[in-house]
Structure formats: C-alpha cells, structure tokens
C-alpha cells in the first residue's frame, strides 16, 4: 500500500480528495493537515511514503511545508497540488525537493496515476502546463535573461538529451524506449548528468532542464 497523507487548508479539499484516492487499491490515506507545520508534526508519526501538498496555504505554505518535510524525512515524497495562479510558486517547491506538481481540478485517475510515479521514482511536470510556466518565466527574465550556470558544456550530446527527457517527466524506461537504449544505460547516463551539473536528484535534473529551457516544448 502506498501510504498518502493530503494536506489544504480547506477540508472540504482535503476530506472529499482523501474519500476519492481512498476509495483507489493500492493507496491508503493516512492522514490529513491544514498547513506546512500541521502537515510535518504528522508525518513524523504517520510515516506517509507521499505527501499531496497544496501550495498556497494561510501559515506555513507548501512552499515551506516541502522544506520542512523534505529536511526531517527525505525519504518522503511530496506531490504539489495547485492551480494556473500559483506557477510563481511551482519552481520554489520543486527546488525545496518537491517531485512534481498537479492542477487541482485534475481527474482522480490522473491523480492516480502521478502518485504511482512518483512512488516509482518519477517525476510529474504537466506537459501544458509546463510550458505556460516557462514562458511566464522567460517574460519575467526578459530584461535579465538567465545564464546556463557551468557544467552544461561537460554533458555529451547524448547526456543533454537524458536531461531533456528528465524535463519531460520521463522515467527511465519511457526514456530507454524513446532513444532506443536501455534502461542500465539511461540510469548511468542520469547518474552522469546529476554528477556534472552538481545536482541533488533527478527530480532536480529535471527543474534544470525545464528552468533553463533544455526542455523543448
């Protein structure tokens, strides 16, 4: 059983998502929080294997709830739940150790299926939705664009296509299939990229490549 707790300051969020993924096989909703803080004094009981973190929260935000959680239990994962008006927050969460983020009005399947990912360890970054952060990104930084920090030159071309994959939300068999490699392979090739570019994980990999336009949409 994947073991979930949901955290939004609204309950009527919160219950009526829990009732929906609990109703799911395989998934078991352990608990329920208003806030960041609420969320880490429960999980350090509850032991949650993902956290469905809603971003904007009165108090302790999920920007600052990831943090936490992920600097007390890194084996913890945490899924940000969201809306279009949110995507300034989206990359502070991801680069607080966040494995990916979701629009709230999602279907449950598509709910479903982004926790299985990431309980795989995967990384969930909606295609469109991606793409519209970006380019609020790149309007943003228009009159100081942002330079590609050292180590990008070190990746072979092979590497920065991994890398763009990993910016895709791909796992390392959806990567093996599409460059026709394998999935040992693939898994050394991400080992490589995370090592040269000085990265944390995967999931951090993939932030690169989406912030810093590796990722082609």
């Known amino acids: 059983m994947i073991k979930i707790m949901i955290v939004d300051d609204q309950p009527l969020v919160r219950e009526g998502l829990g009732t929906l993924l609990g109703l799911r096989p395989g998934i078991e909703v352990v608990g329920m929080a208003e806030d960041g803080i609420d969320a880490l004094h429960k999980a350090l009981e509850l032991l949650p294997d993902i956290v469905l ?3 904007r929260m009165p108090g302790v935000n999920g920007v600052e709830g990831t ?3 992920k600097d007390r239990l ?35 399947d598509t709910i479903t299926q982004a926790i299985l990912t990431v309980h795989h360890g995967g990384v969930v970054l909606p295609k469109d939705f991606t793409s519209q952060v970006l380019t609020e990104l790149r309007m943003k930084s228009h009159n100081s664009p942002v330079e590609l920090p050292k180590g990008i030159q070190d990746l072979s071309n092979r590497e920065v296509e991994v890398l763009t994959h990993l910016g895709e939300g791909l796992n390392n068999k959806e990567i093996a299939d599409v460059l026709f490699i394998t999935e040992g392979t693939v ?20 932030i690169y490549a989406v912030r810093y336009g590796i990722t082609t949409f």
């Open 53 to 55: 973190m809603d971003i």
């Open 67 to 69: 943090r936490l959680l």
């Open 74 to 108: 890194p084996d913890v994962k945490v899924l940000i739940l969201t809306t279009f008006n949110d995507s300034e927050y989206i990359f502070d969460a991801l680069e607080e150790g966040a494995s990916g983020y979701l629009l709230k009005d999602m279907p449950t």
């Open 187 to 206: 898994k050394n090739h991400v080992s490589n990229v995370i090592q040269k570019l000085g990265l944390r994980d995967r999931t951090q990999a993939a």
